[in-house]
């Protein structure tokens, strides 16, 4: 007689997760999900130890950025599942795709304020894209499959499964069958009409000074190919988000750089001049509009979403295309006509004026350590080839600005939520995906105290990544805007750190200081050397600004530069200018 | 709520058709909420189809805001349909109930009272009357005008739900989908006749 087919709830979660593609899995154990981890041992499954569960669910969101595919984070119910929050937050605002999956009391004390009972999915409600809280043994299996597919499909997002314990111990006889999804009130791909295409192959045809806007929705769609085919012909000068960064390589001739609050105030410029703007997967976050009266005032507007919540929501547009970007340019692009547009491009040139000796990167250091400068050796040595992700602050965007990503997806950065304490376990999820890749983290000295703790989980897990603290000794960001918009009063902003290298050392990783230019070039090479990761404190200037700035609420032309008399210094620096070795159009 | 560009700010009625799901109420309400608009009234039923629950949700704002979040609702996983009706040909009605305490002549005036307005006496006690009526709200605010100089001790009124007239309608119910069996979903487990 053969057996029959018998498994518990906890051995169903492992057999959906491997079933869909899972190998490894981000968590932290507790009592409520304690069958699972149980049955974990198992089935080839890679657990990573974290240190703290918002660890796990960003180094499950930087997994999912490196790789496209879902991350996994693990976590028992009560304290485990809240500490997750943040970073399932931080996943939803940026539309990455991650599966939380949680413990949870047993079904018949629900309700009453068990021992570790927290009203999860209560809680994730309004920052999960979807979330279940599954009871029964036989639910467990369809409800893991579907969260894989909601998290994944149409605009991606966090999605969190809460099982309560008894459904983990219970035993079934009924072998899950999981086929399509069924969801009759779920369309997460949508479809443009005719006429919309019609009406956006006619304007950007037309369009004299067109620029396109490349957002994140590029990297997630995969349509990076498409969108240069699409510049290419048509000359469109590209305009990128902070999380479009690496949709088309820096290095590309029409690529102008970031746009927005701290992007290239000539990039804004080109924004407000032109006749037409083509979004492409962004969602005219704040930060990108500056004041939404004045934004590109004499633009026609196209909007590519494939999530039509986006369309209008900041910025009014005359055609929108709902749609994967990938579909939508499939049929847009056989009647986009090719086109010279010259006379645009040259005077995008124009509006540089003076920029290039404004540039930080182009003045000599005067014996000071400048972060532009760090990050700027850190892109030369590295190639530009590495995987970096960032923390929140000065420092993240000094990253944008002189770290010049040639790959999709290789850089990772908490754009929407701004979420401190991310960089770190975000490298590791990364390195988890992407083995043989190069990771380096560049975080500030504030958001690395946040998470150090996960140096453990690199130390215990044998990875390799490379850290670069810019450690300037204030929470320099917000500094940042006192310094401009409270009178320089610090306020709660000077911060008093660990000796970075030391701790590192006593995790059994590298670390060294470096506190001048010339100590540079040395300490990163020694650091991509080393088969440990190695931490490197760069001690920085401490009262250095991002220039430039759009202040909030202003005008996008409107930005605070780089002080004048900063530029009179002699811009033929020993250094190679960051424009060196690309075919610029500008 | 501050008006958006295009307008004034008005009760728009949406219908949404739901998953009858644990926990599918509070996704929708929650949505409301986050998106900071305060809902006038709220009506929750079975609709035509198995598994499927019919909500009619009032909310006083402008055209724009009202389309966001149509859309807004839709994107709910367990949403099978939403639609703005402010606009469309239909019947909005309304059930109330007033109490009204009164003995003697004022008694036979509030009966009377009734009849007139097509409200119907539900409920007749030594001191008191229960009036009801089905009607649109503005019929119901006059009604509650002239019983207020009686005395309404008590009143319960549901919140409107609509229907659009004519045979094709906007507004037939999505049934042609199996009706849902899963069972799970999120947070309040309200009692009641139906799950959401
Ligand atoms: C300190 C700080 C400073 C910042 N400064 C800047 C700045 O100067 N400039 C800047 O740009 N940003 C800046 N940001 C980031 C900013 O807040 C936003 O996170 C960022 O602009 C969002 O970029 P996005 O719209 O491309 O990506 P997301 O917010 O991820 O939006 C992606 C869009 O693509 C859509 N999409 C998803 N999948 C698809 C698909 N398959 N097909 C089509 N569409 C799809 C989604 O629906 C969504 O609308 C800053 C952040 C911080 C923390
Ligand atoms: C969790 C969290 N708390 C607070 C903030 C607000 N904030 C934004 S940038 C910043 C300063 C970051 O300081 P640091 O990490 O040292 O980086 P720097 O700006 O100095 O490069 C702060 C506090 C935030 N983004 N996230
Ligand atoms: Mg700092």
Known sequence: MTKRWRRTGAQLIWETLLGEGVHTVFGYPGGAILPAYDAMLDYPIRHILVRHEQGATHMADGYSRASGEVGVAVATSGPGATNMVTGIATAMLDSSPIVCVTGQVGSALIGTDAFQETDVTGVTLPITKHNYLVTEVDEIAPALHEAFYVARSGRPGPVLVDITKDAQQAFTQRRPRLGKVDLPGYRPEPRPPESELQSAAELINRAERPVILAGHGILISGAMGQVRELAERARIPIAMTLLGIGAIPANHSLNMGMMGMHGESWVNQAIQEADLLLALGMRFDDRVTGSLKTYAPNAAKIHIDIDPAEFNKNVRVDVALAGDLSAVLAHLLPVIEARDRSEWLGSIRGFKGDTAVRDIQNLPDMGKLYAAHVIHDIWRMTGGRAIVTTDVGQHQMWEAQYYRHNEPRSLITSGGLGTMGFALPAAVGAKVARPDDEVWVIAGDGGFQMTMCELATIAQERLKLNVAIINNGYLGMVRQWQEFFYDRRYAGTPILSPDFAALARSFGLGGEVVKTRQEVEGAVERARADERTVVLDFQVEKEDTVYPMVPTGARLQDMIRRPGQEADGDPESEEEPVAAGRTVEW | ?196
């Open chain 2, 1 to 196: 709520m501050t008006p958006g560009p295009d307008g004034r700010i008005r009760p728009h009625i949406f219908v949404v058709w739901v998953e009858d799901l644990p926990g599918v109420l509070n996704r929708v309400t929650s949505l409301f909420r986050r998106r900071g608009f305060n809902i006038e009234s709220l009506s929750v039923g079975p609709a035509r189809a198995p598994g499927v629950s019919r909500m009619t949700i009032v909310v006083r704002t402008d055209a724009t805001t009202a389309r966001r979040m149509l859309v807004q609702l839709s994107r709910l996983v367990n949403v099978l349909r939403a639609d703005d009706i402010t606009n469309e040909p239909a019947i909005h009605h309304e059930l109330a109930m007033f109490k009204i305490q009164a003995t003697g002549e004022e008694r036979t005036q509030v009966i009377q009272l009734a009849g007139a307005t097509g409200a119907r006496l539900v409920d007749i006690a030594p001191e008191s009357v229960v009036l009801e009526a089905t009607a649109s709200p503005q019929k119901i605010d006059g009604l509650a005008e002239v019983l207020r100089p009686y005395g309404i001790v008590e009143q319960v009124r549901t919140g409107l739900v609509g229907m659009a007239r004519g045979a094709a309608s906007v507004m037939t119910d999505p049934d042609a989908r199996k009706p849902p069996k899963r069972r799970r979903a999120s947070s309040d487990e309200s009692g009641g006749s139906h799950s959401v």
